[in-house]
């Protein structure tokens, strides 16, 4: 097995400084190495698959937008060096300088845009709606689960199958690349570059063929930072004329595929504060319950939230207390 030390040894960064950078909720690691002049990111992921990383990037770099240039690369032991695209990161751009926001967030539109121009990479997971249905279930196995509001059987899986129709209408045939995980926090600031270029793009290795709406869901519906509603419309109206979609079809999808990120999402969260330690993720729930609210006042998911409401208690105070007394690393 080819050590971190051994594969920098091998790619001539032997001496470089090294600084460990923040994360995210995967078992990769960041570290940026500085020698000289020149800078770069060494990506450590033994448990994921770095060498769809290197593909989708090399992918993304060939049709024009700013996803990290592979430096060199160890797949086998999970190991890559990456072009590094600095600190500038969109949400704390955005929070120092709220005049900003709207030219950022244009920029991840037209990124969106660019990337369903393009012919998808071959043989990408499919997001069909029996599996985005299925995907649901973490919110009944995790979120009211642990929440002290155990769903029976049958009520779980009418509400799955109210999401599934939901989804069959208005998000069928998955038609182009969705990155996924696709928010302020993934995306820099880079203004030398031009147009969609402006981003850059770190976390995309999820990717699927999908629906249009999914990315631009996960951007404005964003679970960790609140987006003002100015720049959601202008956002959407944006990619709107960037695209041609029909806006009421397209808003009855952003909806349905909204409603699903969200229930995963409330069920992702969970489980990173009970089953992996990280008790910060239950103070995100309740601006995703809010989302969730948003989205299932469409009256396309009328049926889905009346299935929802006797299952899924909101985050109330003892709620969230209840679920990070839970957390492994937090002491009654």
């Known amino acids: 097995m080819t050590s971190p030390d051994d594969f920098l040894s091998r ?16 078992s990769r690691t960041y570290m940026r190495l500085t020698d000289g002049t020149r800078s770069a990111i060494l990506m450590t992921d ?5 060498q769809l990383f290197q593909t989708l990037s090399e992918y993304l770099v060939e049709n024009g937008l700013s996803a990290p240039r592979i430096l060199a690369a160890d797949t ?25 926001e709207s030219l950022l967030y244009r ?30 279930d973490l919110v009944f196995d995790w979120y009211a689960e642990h929440a002290g509001q155990p769903v029976a059987v049958d009520a779980k899986s009418a509400a799955i199958n109210a999401m599934q129709d939901a989804l069959q209408a208005h998000a069928g045939a998955p038609s182009v690349m969705i990155l996924r995980d696709y928010h302020a926090e993934n995306l820099l600031w880079l203004p030398d570059r031009t147009g969609s270029a402006r981003a850059g793009l770190l976390d995309f290795q999820d990717a699927m063929l999908g629906h249009a709406p999914y990315d631009l869901m996960s951007l404005l519906q964003d679970a960790r930072r609140d987006v003002p509603a100015s720049v959601v419309a202008d956002t959407t109206t944006y990619f709107l004329k960037l695209t041609g979609h029909d806006p009421d079809q397209f808003a009855a999808a952003a909806a349905v595929l909204g409603a699903q990120r969200n229930l995963r999402i409330l069920g992702v ?58 957390c492994p690393t937090r002491k009654p």
């Open 11 to 26: 790619s001539g960064w032997t001496d470089a400084d090294r600084a460990l950078l923040a994360g995210d909720a995967s």
């Open 46 to 50: 033994p448990a994921g698959d770095t």
């Open 76 to 100: 086998d032991n999970g190991l890559l060096l990456l072009e590094d695209l600095g600190d500038a990161l969109f949400a704390r751009l955005a929070e120092e300088n709220p005049s900003q």
């Open 107 to 136: 920029t991840a539109a037209e990124v969106l845009a660019r990337v369903h121009r393009l012919s998808p990479p071959a043989n990408l997971p499919r997001a069909t709606p029996d599996m985005l249905a299925q995907a649901t």
């Open 269 to 326: 969260f969970t489980r990173l504060c009970i089953g992996a330690g990280k008790p910060h993720y239950i103070d995100l729930i309740p601006r995703v319950w809010a989302h969730l609210q948003t989205n299932l006042a469409h009256p396309v998911l009328a049926e889905l939230a009346r299935q929802l409401a006797p299952l899924l208690p909101p985050p109330e105070t003892a709620v969230l207390e209840r679920l990070k007394s839970q």
